[in-house]
């Protein structure tokens, strides 16, 4: 989601909570960053309508297409490869800790989980929960929460166990993942829809996510587009993923994609789609009655 009418909404069609809250919706389009006090009061008003529902906030993620005219970055040759999501929170830390401290205020009394995304390597997670727990010390009465990361990176998904011992929980962003494990921008004209996340490349990469994360004992989300495909939906539960974050709109559909299986078929389709060679192979697995 993207803001407080969208939270509302989603728990009108059935939502079990908020698995992404995009929270650059409040960096976006405006002259100066947010401050801590406008930050911490939007996420709690949030938070408190979803009745005890899990909100789990992505920290700020900005750079490559989506710049900010108050964070002048200098002018790179691939910005998609460059300073862009948690990598600006560790190069520009004021407004890293400045978000943190909000969510962390925001936290009290609420289930709400911290996500960082663009993680893709370990001294990276290990970095930011640094600078967490630092924050968390200065605030009194503050009670930890539970950190995440997105797998984005084919690094992340080959290196799952380790990072999970690191971290309470991934959550699978499966646009970029799919980018960056196929060579395709998936807004390039002529490649973007080749760049399909039900290849069994980018299935492989979630199996072996959760895979890593169960041997530590965590669970496994996906945020990306590929959780509102009802083409994929019984794929990523027979493949262990605990939890589906998808758009608004697609949650009464994603719910009855879930109800129409057992949790064995789940299992064997999954099986039967990792062993293909193509997406459309794939596709041609799960007939698409929604």
Known sequence: I????????????????????????????????PTEDEQ???????????????????????????????????????????????????????????QVRAILRAAKGHPIRILFPMIATLDEIRSVKGLVEEERAKLADSDPVELGIMVEMPSTAVLARQFAREVDFFSVGTNDLTQYTLAMDRGHPKLGSKADAINPAILQLIAQTVAGAAAEGKWVGVCGGLASDPQAVAILVGLGVKELSCSVPAIPMVKAA????????????????????????VRALVPCNY
């Open 40 to 98: 911490t009061a939007t996420y709690a008003e949030i938070a408190a309508s979803l009745e005890g529902r899990p909100l789990i906030i992505r920290t700020l993620d900005v750079g490559g297409d989506k710049p900010l005219s108050y964070l002048p970055m200098p002018r790179e040759e691939n910005p998609m490869l460059g300073i862009r999501g948690v990598r600006i929170g560790l190069d520009r830390p004021e407004i890293f800790r400045t």
């Open 2 to 33: 993207g803001g407080l009418a969208e939270a509302r909404q989603g728990m009108q069609l059935g939502a079990e909570g908020v698995g992404l809250l995009r929270s650059e919706f409040l960096f976006l389009d405006r002259a100066t960053a």
């Open 258 to 281: 879930v109800r129409g299986y057992s949790f064995t078929d789940c299992q064997a389709l999954a099986q039967r789609a990792l062993s293909q060679g193509t997406a459309a192979e």
